[in-house]
């Protein structure tokens, strides 16, 4: 069973940057594409980043293009999410995800979720 565990969150000013980790057991890591989601209170979960098994393809969502990094190191089983410039706007929960499958659907594991909060 696939276990993924996310750490790095806390709060930060506006303009200031956090480094998201997400580690990864239980199964091959690079036989999965990750992912990286956020829930703000109140709305819908979305999408923010997701790169592919071998790490040669990443995904963005428009707001945080320029602003944020997906990477992940197979030898050590984790995906990081590194946050720069960061914006109010950007406070939520944020979640790992894994995928057997190519493409940005079937996210089949999820971590517990990591606070982000931006203060202005």
């Known amino acids: 069973q696939v276990q993924l565990v996310e750490s790095g969150g806390g709060l930060v000013q506006a303009g200031g940057s956090l480094r998201l980790s997400c580690a990864f057991s239980?199964?091959?890591?690079?036989?999965?594409?990750m992912g990286w989601f956020r829930q703000a209170p109140g709305k819908e979960r979305e999408i923010v980043a997701d790169?592919?098994?071998?790490?040669?393809?990443?995904y963005y969502k428009d707001s945080v293009k320029g602003r944020f990094t997906i990477s992940r190191d197979n030898a050590k089983n984790t995906v990081y999410l590194q946050m720069n410039s960061l914006k109010p706007e950007d406070t939520a929960v944020y979640y790992c995800?894994?995928?057997?499958?190519?493409?940005?659907?079937?996210?089949?594991?999820w971590g517990q979720g990591t606070q982000v909060t931006v203060s202005s």
């Open positions: 790169i592919n098994k071998s790490g040669g393809s990443t």
């Open positions: 995800a894994a995928r057997p499958n190519a493409g940005l659907y079937g996210y089949d594991y």
């Open positions: 239980g199964r091959s890591f690079s036989s999965y594409g």
